[in-house]
């Protein structure tokens, strides 16, 4: 099951770990516009399995969910 979240003045490294709280075992893709680099090590440290560019997201959403959910995406 998908679930979407508002960030409601959270960043998004706040909000996986409000995820996180509530769910341990839900997979987290954060997309963001931010890079990638300076951000995928906080992204990884609370919680997340993916973390994918908004200007890539067609090219790369695919895989992302392949990689956290497994081949048939959930």
Known sequence: QAYR???DGLNGVRLTER?????VQVGV?????YDLV???EDIACCGAQALISKRDFAAT????VKSV???RGG
């Open 29 to 33: 893709i954060v997309v963001t516009s």
């Open 5 to 7: 979240y508002r960030l």
């Open 69 to 71: 959910f497994g081949p």
């Open 61 to 64: 959403i695919r895989e992302a």
């Open 19 to 23: 995820i996180r709280q509530r769910n």
């Open 38 to 40: 300076t951000y995928g």
